[in-house]
């Protein structure tokens, strides 16, 4: 079993910044990778960015790209979202989640087994 706990949200203006973290604990072999997504009302919920705990392959989603960062501190446990040029789409409850085993399509939220309990990003024009 893995834990997972979220923080950061926030409510910031278009163009502004915000950063995630996400504290895992538990079995660390079922934590080979992990991945932050969001859901917003309505909608599915969509993969954000992603990362191989390794130190391996990253994914981010396109419209994300050169907005967002994903990074890691293995020794700490855990993996952060950098936001930046925030956009009013972003506007989302944002969820950490991770897998032993996701191989390909690491965006896909049904390869994720643990998740946290979400953190809210609300982002205002």
């Known amino acids: 079993q893995v834990q997972l706990v979220e923080s950061g949200g926030g409510s910031v203006q278009a163009g502004g910044s915000l950063s995630l973290s996400c504290a895992a604990s538990g079995d660390t072999y079922s934590s080979n990778y992990m991945g932050w997504f969001r859901q917003a009302p309505g909608k599915e919920r969509e993969g954000v960015a992603a990362?191989?705990?390794?130190?391996?392959?990253?994914a981010y989603a396109d419209s994300v790209k050169g907005r967002f960062t994903i990074s890691q501190d293995n020794a700490k446990n855990t993996m952060y979202l950098q936001m930046n040029s925030l956009k009013p789409e972003d506007t989302a409850l944002y969820y950490c989640?991770?897998?032993?085993?996701?191989?390909?399509?690491?965006?896909?939220?049904?390869?994720?087994?643990?998740w946290g309990q979400g953190t809210q990003v609300t982002v205002s024009s």
């Open positions: 990362i191989v705990t390794g130190g391996g392959r990253t």
């Open positions: 989640a991770a897998a032993r085993r996701v191989e390909w399509l690491l965006l896909n939220p049904y390869k994720y087994d643990y």
